[in-house]
């Protein structure tokens, strides 16, 4: 299932956010697709190539924060959806929705709202 492929993404970027070289391929073992490894290994490959520039992405559409302060679980869902929007051609719509709801299982009460106003913003520039 897509969005237990995208949970697992979402995991090896939390690990890649609080460790240099974490070991990840364990992460990948509950998924029973091969589509759905093949899946989160492409965007956990896209987030990998291309932090910079999606961390810059993010930073440009910072209101009142700073990249160091936020969250480190939002931060990581908002590199799981812009790989997948910006990489691997996930309609946006879908990518932000995902995001939103892996915010609410997985991170704090305000942060679905934040994660929505963020990647709007980033969807608005971009068109």
């Known amino acids: 299932m897509r969005r237990d ?5 979402f995991e090896a970027i939390v690990s ?9 391929e364990q992460l990948y073992q509950p998924l029973k697709k091969e589509e759905d490894v093949s899946f989160a290994k492409g965007i956990v490959g896209a987030f990998i190539s291309n932090r910079e520039e999606i961390s810059s992405l993010i930073d440009k559409h910072l209101v009142g924060y700073e990249m160091s302060r936020v969250y480190k679980l939002d931060l990581a869902i908002l590199y799981l959806a812009l790989s997948e929007i910006l990489y691997i051609k996930t309609p946006y719509q879908v990518a932000i929705n995902e995001a939103v709801e892996i915010a609410k299982k997985y991170s704090t009460a ?4 934040f994660i929505n106003g963020v990647l709007s913003s980033i969807i608005k520039d971009l068109k």
């Open 5 to 9: 492929a995208r949970v697992v993404a």
């Open 16 to 24: 890649f956010l609080f460790a240099s070289e974490p070991e990840i």
């Open 110 to 113: 305000k942060s679905a709202s």
